[in-house]
């Protein structure tokens, strides 16, 4: 039979383990040991580079309220979860528009290099900050600038009296346009995945120096 010692034990561990829970933290006895969670992750080279990192602890359900049923839900899916986190892609996005803008005036200048800088940062703050999905909020971000560099220099070259003729033929012109427009979403892609790694890892270094403490 339980003693009264035994439940008021077995009550403690119970909050103790709502209690770290809560902070998105395992219990003592699951927790890696030092020396385990500190010993290099075995692998090929990318694993070694950038070793696993756990989603983020705490998060709510990002597709709550999105329903499900209905025709071209990957499209309508994505469509959902960029309308809720604007601002992860759109001011990100223009951002990276000022710097693709700044690297393509100025080439490879300190301002065209601070230009790459900026461009390439904004992508991985779109990562980052959307942690619903990171690589979808860094290729939606990429497109963004892509877009809005695009009509600056179609309406520039305009206002100086250049016609469509003067970037080519239409096949050329949308060719070198598709071309670009993959570029900079395979760029926009890789920069969200990175950004989107790099907060979920300083989530789980951070919690791994709170239980040392």
């Given at each position: 039979?339980?003693?009264?010692?035994?439940?008021?034990?077995?009550?403690?561990?119970?909050?103790?383990?709502?209690?770290?829970?809560?902070?998105?933290?395992?219990?003592?006895?699951?927790?890696t040991e030092p020396e385990?969670?500190?010993?290099?992750?075995?692998?090929?080279?990318?694993?070694?580079?950038?070793?696993?990192?756990?989603?983020?602890?705490?998060?709510?359900?990002?597709?709550?309220?999105?329903?499900?049923?209905?025709?071209?839900?990957?499209?309508?899916?994505?469509?959902?979860?960029?309308?809720?986190?604007?601002?992860?892609?759109?001011?990100?996005?223009?951002?990276?528009?000022?710097?693709?803008?700044?690297?393509?005036?100025?080439?490879?200048?300190?301002?065209?290099?601070l230009g790459n800088f900026?461009?390439?940062?904004?992508?991985?703050?779109?990562?980052?900050?959307?942690?619903?999905?990171?690589?979808?909020?860094?290729?939606?971000?990429?497109?963004?600038?892509?877009?809005?560099?695009?009509?600056?220099?179609?309406?520039?070259?305009?206002?100086?009296?250049?016609?469509?003729?003067?970037?080519?033929?239409?096949?050329?012109?949308?060719?070198?346009?598709?071309?670009?427009?993959l570029y900079q979403a395979?760029?926009?892609?890789?920069?969200?995945?990175?950004?989107?790694?790099?907060?979920?890892?300083?989530?789980?270094?951070?919690?791994?120096?709170?239980?040392?403490?």
């Amino acid at each position: 039979m339980s003693t009264r010692s035994d439940r008021d034990e077995r009550r403690a561990e119970a909050r103790r383990r709502a209690r770290l829970a809560a902070r998105g933290e395992p219990p003592a006895d699951e927790e890696t040991e030092p020396e385990e969670a500190e010993r290099p992750a075995r692998g090929g080279f990318l694993t070694t580079l950038f070793p696993p990192a756990p989603p983020l602890p705490n998060r709510p359900d990002p597709l709550a309220g999105f329903e499900a049923s209905g025709p071209l839900r990957p499209v309508r899916e994505r469509a959902f979860l960029l309308g809720r986190n604007l601002p992860a892609w759109v001011v990100t996005g223009i951002l990276a528009f000022v710097g693709y803008l700044g690297s393509a005036i100025y080439g490879n200048t300190l301002l065209g290099l601070l230009g790459n800088f900026v461009l390439f940062g904004s992508l991985i703050a779109a990562g980052w900050f959307g942690w619903q999905r990171p690589t979808l909020f860094g290729t939606a971000a990429s497109l963004l600038s892509f877009v809005l560099v695009t009509a600056f220099v179609l309406v520039s070259f305009g206002q100086q009296g250049a016609g469509p003729e003067t970037f080519g033929s239409t096949g050329e012109v949308v060719g070198s346009l598709a071309l670009r427009g993959l570029y900079q979403a395979g760029l926009g892609f890789l920069g969200g995945w990175y950004g989107g790694y790099l907060r979920r890892r300083q989530t789980q270094l951070s919690a791994g120096a709170r239980r040392r403490r």
